[in-house]
């Protein structure tokens, strides 16, 4: 399996930022893993063109279920392929809280992504509430149920598993808690999807940065990073991206 480091620029980045994915192909032109950049919809094309070649994909960071139709503001998943994108990422727990994003809605658009031909990045993630009540394995096992196409495979499905309280928080879970959640979720994918699950990537998320992701890359069923924060800055993810090269 080739492991991934996925960066998400969320609401970040304007025509200037695109100097920070030169620089990152510059330093790393290929890598040994793979290598993923899903900046907002804005900078899609630019971005695409920048990475035509080159070892970095791009992916969005939403879509709607439908190929097209009368919604305002969305993009479906047929446009992100259009644009260049390879990848979509799917019910981040901030689409889940900002915009009220159930599992259903996520499978909805994780087999909407699929039909594209693009690969779906399905997040999952308890709060830190749920964890402190010790609901992490049942909150995360009734995410994956809902949430991931029932005909995804280990090219067409990654699965992140990025703790709520974590993100953007500075703060990780601990690497035995990693490790615990990250069986467990290989456990869930192959009682769902059989042996195909055995391939596909299971990213941690969550305070990934170049300080603790060579710890974190150790961890057993830990398949590369998504990365928000540490994403932005080509010297930071590069940094990432060696540390998953290298494990
Ligand atoms: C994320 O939002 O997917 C994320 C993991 O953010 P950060 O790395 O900034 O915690």
New binding site residues.
Partial sequence: MKKLAAG?W?MNGTQSSLAEVTALLAAHPAPTCEMLLCPPATLLTAMAGLAKGSALQIGGQDCHPKGSGAHTGDISAAMLADAGAAYVILG?S?RRSDHGETDALVRAKAEAALAAGLVAVVCIGETEGQRDAGQTLDVIGTQVDGSIPLTGTAATLVLAY?PVW????GRTPTLAEIAEVHAFLRARLRALIGAEADGVRILY????KPSNAVEIFAVPHVDGA?????SLKAADFGAIVAALAAA
């Fill in positions: 998400n969320k981040h901030e990025e974590a993100i953007g928080t998320g969550g305070s990934v998504l990365v928000g924060g540490a």
